[in-house]
């Protein structure tokens, strides 16, 4: 079994930057498309960004594209979310997420099409 573990997370003030990181135990995770979720108090699980297995392919909320951006390293197993022009709506827990499955392209859509989650980072922005 994989194992992911989000770091990078904080407080910062409105127009900001962070950088999230999500490590990946297991070899198996360079071949899995990948994602980022957040969770506000109170709300659901929605998706936030996606990138495929290459890294060649990324996807984001409507909300965060041109402000956020996901990649990642496989030869390090690690997948990052840069995060500029921080807004106090973008305050939430942060999750990574990997999909079992062997595809080219991205996975875009809700949690239940991911199979390996991390503790999740929170990152709270400030007005």
């Known amino acids: 079994q994989g194992q992911l573990v989000e770091s990078g997370g904080g407080l910062v003030q409105a127009g900001g930057s962070l950088r999230l990181s999500c490590a990946a135990s297991g070899r198996a995770f360079i071949t899995y498309p990948m994602a980022w979720f957040r969770q506000a108090p109170g709300k659901e699980r929605v998706f936030v960004a996606a990138?495929?297995?290459?890294?060649?392919?990324?996807d984001y909320t409507a909300s965060v594209r041109g402000r956020f951006t996901i990649s990642r390293d496989n030869a390090k197993n690690t997948a990052y979310l840069q995060m500029n022009s921080l807004k106090p709506e973008d305050t939430a827990v942060y999750y990574c997420?990997?999909?079992?499955?062997?595809?080219?392209?991205?996975?875009?859509?809700?949690?239940?099409?991911?199979?390996?989650w991390g503790q999740g980072t929170q990152v709270t922005v400030s007005s």
């Open positions: 997420a990997a999909a079992a499955k062997q595809q080219i392209g991205t996975i875009v859509g809700g949690p239940e099409l991911y199979d390996y």
């Open positions: 990138i495929s297995w290459n890294g060649r392919d990324s």
